[in-house]
């Protein structure tokens, strides 16, 4: 076997006249070195039943480049290679057997991806070894995965190919990976994911024929675990296949004076271990692995745990050490008997039956979260839809007394409205696949026109508003769900399900400002989401609902017998269960040479505010301010806001909401979040992002379903052209 360049060495020539007499001689180097079109060693090689595959030399070099990769090794090599099959490239990977070994020939320098053609074929040719023809499978490749020299440390094809492919040669258990490329040889001990493991793949670099680049001769300090052997001298390797259990590698380093040194010798040992009345025959020891490869050996045979495991034989004396070479042991032959004393890890019976994925029903692996939860497949515009449906899915005392409604569809588009919604998100949730919502679609058009609305120049169904459709859809469960459900008890003061889990009672409060003669008027309000208005200085969430619950309105005074300024104060006197905030990011602006609408609900732009503009603040207010910060000096800007949101929602209501407890103090966790992203609300994408568990979230855009994190949250919060929180929904949290 030789690995490495074939230009302006001697130990390459060298070694050409012992492979005369081998079975096979691998020759898997830079041999036709296209960036200079050498051809001396290709000329050599001909004269030898040789098997090649392609280095980074074989590229063509970039003066060349209306020429394609790999020319002039595809014309001087002709490897065996399936013509018929479609995912071949010819010589840049192929198989072939030799005596009871499978060889594989790979390239990092063609895609390795899983949806690549290499992939693909790779696991067909892995499919196909017959281990009771060929009990050795082999893989080379010009590339190391693992290499511990400091040259091409984290060489990109090479590390990318490990990613892509290191399960799958772990997978199906490849017993071998012969690698180039660093001028220097190394061998590993049995690995998989950098940790030496007894089921592992050895692998080797040996690049170390010859180059006019030289030697690559400083290593990493210290030694990797997984390394057992390195030296970086001109040498070349042996692969000896004794039978079907056992084989060597052998490593020479090349003298110009005399014969080549033997240095490295993998060696294995077959021995038997007796443990109590049991006894396990033909266990194949790695006399150069640490005796902590051996004890993982007998640990995966017996389940005695490695700090249990004591070990006699006469191959040395009283216990075995752990510090004790096995390579020096002359009497650990083939046969040599061993003695595990040691008990056995008792395995608890698990407290609950184990069920396996593949026995599971589709519903059985929706309801366990063994999978993504499903999405909603996009009917023509409905991402706003399907971003809404998705906010309200974790309420489950929504969904709960959803189930409890009487099927069947009837002349009520109530009924049938909320039936074709029970049916969808039980559906949703016994399917692992995005469903399509076709029936509630269509109930959704027929029961209300204008979310059937066609665009005339295109004829598709228009996008619309999300906070238009939940309004549609409280407004109709609204009168089927009125009885209580999921856990409530009751209903309270209201009257259905979707005011007793998002109603609030809203106070407000009429003062004339012009005279004190004039009774205030007072007037309850019912709403299902509070309002965060955003002007140029708006920054945080209090701030929003101030402008909302304070201001003032032009009104009639009796007393004065005229229109007078009347301040407006707008205070909660119930909280829900589950809080909804819209952020009013849109607008309507008139656009009367439009044909779809007399105006467009455009987004808001936060621009700077211009010369000179005067603040409306009056000197008592900046009073009131400054005793306030007074009050949160020493806060964080979070606590802050914290608190300003609170004063601004008048928390001291006399009683909680609805299956509030009594103590509840006005604290909610944001669970959802839906967002927008274009420049207004009939146009653009809706999404839904909704929280799993604690950091945990997923992100929906339509059927398309992924994970993310509570950073990804926080960059909803608006500015430029990203997605931007629209709607936010809260749970109360005591």
Known sequence: INRGGTDGASSWSRCLPGCHGKEQ???????????????????RLVMLRRMVSAGNHEKEHPCQAKVSKFVAYQVRFRMPYDRANRLQRRNLYYGFRVGLVHFIILTPYVDSSPTSLQY????????????????????????????????????????????????????????????????????????????????GT??????DAGNREGLAPTYIDPQPAWSAYRQADYGYALLNVLNRTHASVEWFEDQAQGDAILHDSKMTANVSVKWGKQVFKDVAVDKTAPVAVLKAQLYA??????ERQKLMSKAWKGMLKDDVDLSALDKLVDGTGLMLMGSAEVVQKPKEPVVFLEDMTSKDIAAAGAVYP????????????????????PVKELRESLKVQPGGMSGDLANNFTTALRDMYMQLDNSVDSITPALFVSVLRRAYPQFAQQSPRGGGFMQQDSEEFLSTLFSTLQQSLTQPAGGLKSLGPTSNMVDALFGMEMNETFECGETDMETAVVKKEKAWKLVCNITIETNHLSEGIKIVSTGTVDKHSEVLGRN??????????RLPKYLCVQFMRFYWKATPE????????CKMLRQKPAAGAEKADEAEEKKEEAEEDDAMEGLSEEDKAALETARALSMGAKSPGIELPIDFQGNYELYAIL??????ADSGHYMAWVRHKGDDWFCYDDDDVSPCKTEDIMKLKGGGDWHMAYLAFYRAKN
Request: aromatic fraction near 8%; glycine fraction near 6%; charged fraction near 20%.
């Open 301 to 306: 045979l017996t389940s005695v745990p490695v």
């Open 594 to 601: 439009s044909r779809d609408h007399t105006g467009v609900k």
């Open 25 to 43: 001689a691998l020759f898997t180097v830079d041999a036709t070195d296209a960036s200079s079109l050498t051809s001396g060693s290709s000329r």
């Open 120 to 199: 693909q074929w790779l696991e067909e040719e892995l499919v196909r070894v017959d281990r009771s023809v060929t009990p050795w499978v082999v893989v080379i490749m010009h590339g190391p995965w693992y290499n511990s020299n400091t040259a091409h440390q984290g060489s990109e094809p090479h590390m990318v190919m490990k990613k892509n492919m290191e399960d799958i040669l772990y997978r199906y258990k490849v017993d071998l990976a012969i690698a180039g490329h660093v001028h220097a040889y190394e061998r590993s001990y049995p690995v998989y994911k950098e940790t030496a493991q007894s089921d």
């Open 564 to 573: 007078a300024t009347w301040k407006k104060t707008l205070r909660i006197n």
């Open 202 to 207: 050895v692998y080797v670099v040996l690049g």
């Open 374 to 393: 499903a999405g909603l497949v996009n009917l023509g515009n409905t991402c706003y839809m399907n971003a809404t449906l998705q906010c309200l899915r």
């Open 675 to 680: 967002t927008h992203k274009g420049r207004s």
